[in-house]
């Protein structure tokens, strides 16, 4: 059974540092293999985690769309799709990485966006969890690409603009009624400031975990450095650490 873990939250409040190392403690906690969707347009997570990519999943979708009537009688466009889709899996040690890249041009895309989501279906099959790292709109959620959501984070820094950003997109979510089993909120204390708690109960969210500044990922970050190789002590690690136990992903 696969267990999936969407994150999301507005640019620049660490979302995509956490989605990396939720993957980091899959790992080391022998949980792979894990597949890794980087659901956001700005595509970071692959720089993050330490791989490269060569195209995206809507990259494939927009050559599919502008070649379906040259397509050899011979080759379906389900199994021309297919091919290219496994195509832009990057393979890595315990993980793979899917991303999605930017949402699709003009036209119906809705034949295939059904045959983009019959391939998630059956690609999530094939391993123990998947991680994804969201936009602020949740798009591809919302184009129902990954259908089940074990546990959806909503990641927020302590400032008025995240959380209410934080609040819209909790929003959206029960708005597009997908099935999302727990919703949580989780701050991330960057540059050390704290959240009043009257503030944080304004989302209407439970608050999961409080990430603390740590200097030692951000290092990380700015020198492009895979955050798969920081140190079990770092402070950040030990706190995601205690909030993959908490969503019970470490059993």
Do not use: W
């Amino acid at each position: 059974m696969t267990h999936t873990i969407a994150v999301a939250g507005k640019g620049g409040t660490g979302k995509t540092t956490l989605a990396a190392l939720i993957v980091y403690h899959l790992l080391r906690n022998n949980k792979a293999p894990v597949l890794a969707v980087d659901a956001d347009p700005n595509s970071n997570l692959s720089e993050l985690l330490g791989v490269e990519f060569d195209r995206t999943v809507v990259s494939t979708v927009d050559e599919l769309m502008e070649k379906k009537e040259e397509l050899s009688p011979s080759i379906t466009k389900e199994a021309y799709l297919q091919y290219n889709l496994e195509e832009a899996i990057v393979e890595s040690n315990g993980f793979d990485l899917l991303v999605m890249g930017r949402t699709e041009g003009p036209g119906c895309y809705c034949y295939a966006n059904l045959l983009l989501r019959n391939f998630m279906e059956k690609l999530r099959e094939n391993y123990r969890f998947v991680v994804m790292d969201n936009e602020a709109g949740m798009e591809h959620l919302s184009r129902r690409t990954t259908r089940d959501v074990d546990a959806l984070l909503i990641v927020s820094t302590p400032t008025p603009v995240a959380l209410r950003s934080a609040k819209r997109i909790y929003q959206t979510a029960q708005s597009l009624k997908l099935n999302i089993g727990k919703i949580h909120l989780v701050m991330n204390q960057l540059g050390g400031n704290s959240t009043p708690e009257e503030e944080i109960k304004a989302v209407g969210l439970p608050l999961l975990s409080t990430i603390p500044y740590d200097q030692e990922v951000m290092n990380y970050s700015a020198k492009a450095k895979s955050l798969l190789d920081l140190p079990p002590d770092s402070t950040a690690v030990k706190e995601v650490q205690k909030l993959a136990e908490q969503l019970r992903l470490l059993c």
